[in-house]
């Protein structure tokens, strides 16, 4: 309970096909995946759905207002539970804003941070036991960056949670880091055993550091 898990790997090396199967999209050809010690092969597609939330790269949202970009027609939510909802994971300045602005096409007129931390509000409000974050800091600048480190932390209070990750940077306190290469594990461990082994991990996020420093 509470422990944080990252998938980390070059592309096509398997961090979404783990999600996949997680989220049931299709069923392993070998091996089994447990959740709470019941194999998930046997529990409906629905039901597992029911207690998992996904945040994606890049926030889907509707051409709504925003309150109703949170609540996604669930009744269960009063304006009053999506206002502290965007509060917690740092969305203030939208509630300065009143949740009842409206969103253009594709979210046009927010910024990037703004979207992502509607999307976090989503899924915070429904109170996952699993929330499972496709690492949403890959395109942003530092400041919004911080913004949403904070939302991140938010969200991953209490509840068991898988990160695509893909700014390595971001990962440096999860309990565990998985690394991918070509569908196999390669190495497992945490920031600090792995930067210690001078594996492929080590190698790439000496690689990345490079990169934002010539940046």
């Keep these: 309970n509470g422990e944080s898990i990252a998938f980390v790997g070059s592309t096509g090396s398997g961090k979404s096909t783990i ?6 999209f ?7 995946i447990y959740i709470d010690g019941k194999n998930i092969k046997n529990v409906s597609r629905n039901s597992l759905r ?29 304006d009053k539970d999506i206002e502290k909802a965007l509060i917690d994971v740092g969305g203030d300045s939208l509630v300065k804003r009143g949740i009842n ?27 996952p036991k699993i929330l499972i974050l496709d690492e949403a800091t890959s395109n942003i600048d530092t400041e919004t960056e911080k913004v949403i480190q904070k939302g991140i932390e ?7 949670t898988f990160i695509i990750a893909h700014r390595l940077s971001t990962i440096k306190d999860v309990d565990k880091i998985i690394v991918l290469n070509k569908g196999r ?10 930067m210690a082994k001078d594996g492929l991990y080590k190698n790439m996020y000496d690689e990345q550091m490079r990169k934002q420093q010539s940046r």
């Design 185 to 194: 594990i390669v190495e497992t461990g945490n920031h600090r055993s792995l």
């Design 26 to 32: 299709y069923d392993p050809r070998v091996g089994n």
């Design 101 to 127: 602005q409206k969103i253009f096409e594709k979210g046009n007129n927010l910024s990037q941070g703004e979207k992502q931390l509607i999307s976090f509000a989503r899924a915070y409000i429904r109170n």
């Design 50 to 78: 029911e207690h998992m939330a996904v945040v994606l790269q890049d926030a889907f949202l509707f051409e709504t207002d925003v309150k109703d970009n949170i609540r996604l027609d669930d009744d269960r939510f009063s």
């Design 19 to 24: 999600i996949n199967l997680i989220l049931k």
């Design 154 to 160: 938010k969200l991953k209070e209490d509840r068991t």
